[in-house]
């Protein structure tokens, strides 16, 4: 007995050296708030990786004001090739190894669907993350998980609307990924079409990972499309207006936001991106508003080799309001408290859309922006947030489906 008691005792002991002063199991402590997050920093969607490091660029920037209540920001981030069985085993690592609190900038309708319902289940908070399928907080069953995407459906039938009646084009033609981010697109814009009474002369699903797109241009040249939709991530977006040049076909582009990083879809197409009209999900990263200039000024620093692109300030402008709402919290922290704290964020504005969320409404952001790609990469604001042609269209498809 007298054994047993000893082991006992040196094992309670050896818990207490390796634990962390003042740990409560929820993802912090005295001295860190553990934050979590995935995203493709190799593989087809790289240059999406930037989304993620904008976020990790947030935390660094936080912790060097001093942190949040004295606590720091440990940032863990994993590279999940923009495969969903990669994110199972991080989303499972984060949570059962890393112990974090919350998950932010998430990138993936695919990915984060895989593994949203695990993250729920352990009570892990996840906000700002990198999908606007209708999936993903409709309905609102999920309390733990925060969205600040214009879905997708919703921002494809603006740019039809606005494709139609501003651009005057006829003669559509739309390639989607084979993924819930492209059947959530096409659907808003085939229902936007309808309502012209007209429809796409044909629709082309490719793969994240396909890199010989021939035969699908090929077939929107002989059909005759003048006007390409397009919700693909960059490897496809990018080999797609290659190939078109290669055998002189010129038709207009017009890309969701997923592909709204003008300056480098300019570069990484050698140009070929100028003309480009797309959707936006943040301000100019290269204009002169103060909160804009304050992080640029801020990632030269702390992120030196770092691109201050369009993707990288949307990791912003997912991340942020997380952080806001742990300095909301307060020092006495929980998850219940940062719940709460959540569900009050009312119109926060940084670097993209208000932000509004509720406990019935998690999706938090319906406004996006129209841009076209200038020379060099340049934005140009056709429509900007708010403008009463976006406003009004906005909500407009997830209406129509009972949502």
């Given at each position: 007995m007298k054994k047993l008691i000893f082991v006992f005792l040196f094992l309670a002991m050896l818990c207490c050296a390796i634990t962390p002063s003042g740990y409560c199991g929820e993802g912090f402590d005295d001295k860190e708030i553990r934050i979590g997050s995935w995203g493709p920093q190799t593989g087809p969607a790289a240059p999406w990786g930037s989304i993620s490091r904008g976020a990790m660029f947030m935390a660094m920037y936080i912790n060097e004001q001093?942190?949040?209540?004295?606590?720091?920001?440990?940032?863990?981030?994993?590279?999940?090739?923009?495969?969903?069985?990669?994110?199972?085993?991080?989303?499972?690592?984060?949570?059962?190894?890393?112990d974090v609190m919350a998950v932010t900038a998430?990138?993936?309708?695919?990915?984060?669907?895989?593994?949203?319902?695990?993250?729920?289940?352990?009570k892990v908070i996840a906000v700002g993350m990198c999908t606007g399928t209708k999936g993903l907080v409709y309905p609102v069953t999920n309390p733990y998980l925060f969205s600040s995407f214009c879905l997708f459906g919703d921002?494809?039938?603006?740019?039809?609307?606005y494709a139609v009646?501003?651009?005057?084009?006829?003669?559509?033609?739309?390639?989607?990924?084979?993924?819930?981010?492209?059947?959530?697109?096409?659907?808003?814009?085939?229902e936007r079409l309808a309502s012209y009474g007209m429809k796409f002369l044909v629709e082309i699903p490719v793969e994240p990972t396909e890199k010989d797109l021939s035969s699908q241009i090929m077939k929107l040249k002989s059909k005759g499309v003048k006007c390409v939709l397009m919700q693909v991530a960059p490897t496809p977006g990018i080999v797609a207006v290659k190939?078109?040049?290669?055998?002189?076909?010129?038709?207009?582009?017009?890309?969701?936001?997923?592909?709204?990083?003008?300056?480098?879809?300019?570069?990484?197409?050698?140009?070929?991106?100028?003309?480009?009209?797309?959707?936006?999900?943040?301000?100019?990263?290269?204009?002169?508003?103060?909160i804009i200039?304050?992080?640029?000024?801020?990632?030269?620093?702390?992120?030196?080799?770092?691109?201050?692109?369009?993707?990288?300030?949307?990791?912003?402008?997912?991340?942020?309001?997380?952080?806001?709402?742990?300095k909301k919290a307060g020092p006495n922290l929980s998850k219940d408290v940062l719940l709460k704290s959540l569900n009050s964020i009312?119109?926060?504005?940084?670097?993209?859309?208000?932000?509004?969320?509720?406990?019935?409404?998690?999706?938090?952001v319906y406004e996006t922006r129209i841009i076209k790609c200038g020379p060099n990469g340049q934005v140009?604001?056709?429509?900007?947030f708010g403008t009463p042609f976006v406003h009004n269209t906005l909500r407009g498809w997830y209406k129509k489906s009972g949502i």
């Open positions: 001093g942190g949040i209540h004295g606590r720091k920001i440990k940032f863990i981030l994993r590279d999940d090739k923009y495969n969903p069985a990669e994110t199972k085993v991080i989303a499972k690592d984060l949570v059962e190894r890393q998430g990138l993936g309708s695919a990915p984060t669907l895989a593994v949203k319902d695990y993250l729920a289940e352990n921002e494809m039938s603006v740019l039809t609307k009646e501003k651009m005057k084009m006829e003669d559509f033609g739309f390639l989607y990924q084979n993924d819930p981010m492209g059947w959530d697109a096409l659907n808003g814009a085939r190939t078109a040049a290669q055998i002189g076909y010129k038709p207009q582009w017009i890309s969701a936001d997923t592909l709204g990083d003008h300056a480098t879809m300019y570069k990484l197409t050698n140009g070929l991106w100028e003309g480009t009209v797309s959707g936006g999900k943040v301000l100019d990263p290269n204009g002169n508003d103060p200039v304050k992080y640029r000024e801020a990632a030269k620093r702390l992120m030196p080799d770092q691109p201050f692109n369009a993707w990288f300030l949307s990791g912003i402008f997912f991340s942020e309001p997380l952080f806001e709402a742990l009312t119109k926060f504005m940084s670097t993209g859309p208000s932000i509004t969320w509720t406990p019935a409404d998690h999706q938090g140009i604001v056709l429509e900007d």
